[in-house]
């Protein structure tokens, strides 16, 4: 009995990567106070990059399908900084980011460890109601309609990988 054993070594890569997202369930804007602010603040104007993303939601209560639209303004920045992105959109968007969300998303980084990561892409998610936020609200039969939910969702958001 012969028996051929053969052995390949493989060089493999291993990258972790963390998503966190931490909101204020008792935070009240609607969509159009919230594009307001976004306009008046202009965050691009302060090194934010703008991601939108447009996600189609199914309602199996309804058998119906409604677009839903967030924005993610971030920074890619060094992870060790991390703590300064939400003390610097506290500053420019006062009221929206409560004590407490600030609180435990800093509670969360020193947890997770993640200033000690490499790269982190952190900011501010907002997730609309409408498709476009109140920008498509065009006809008066989309204005007049009444939605349970009328608030936008916003949360500090950070994306790292080592």
Request: glycine share 4%; charged share 35%.
């Amino acid at each position: 009995l012969i028996s051929f054993f053969f052995s390949t070594a493989v060089d493999a890569n291993v990258k972790e990567s963390i998503e966190m997202k931490i909101f204020d369930p008792d935070f009240h804007m609607t969509d159009q106070q919230m594009l307001d602010l976004l306009k008046k603040v202009d965050l691009e104007s302060h090194g934010y990059k703008k991601e939108v993303t447009t996600t189609l939601v199914s309602d199996p209560k309804s058998d119906k399908s409604n677009y839903q639209k967030s924005y993610f303004y971030y920074k890619q920045i060094a992870c060790s900084k991390l703590r300064e992105i939400d003390q610097e959109l506290q500053t420019l968007l006062p009221g929206v980011f409560g004590v407490e969300m600030v609180t435990k998303n800093n509670k969360e980084i020193k947890t997770k460890n993640l200033t000690k990561m490499k790269r982190c892409k952190a900011g501010l998610e907002i997730h609309f109601k409408e498709a476009e936020g109140c920008k498509v609200c065009k006809t008066s039969t989309t204005r007049r309609k009444k939605r349970k939910a009328d608030w936008c969702v916003v949360c500090i958001k950070t994306e790292t990988e080592n």
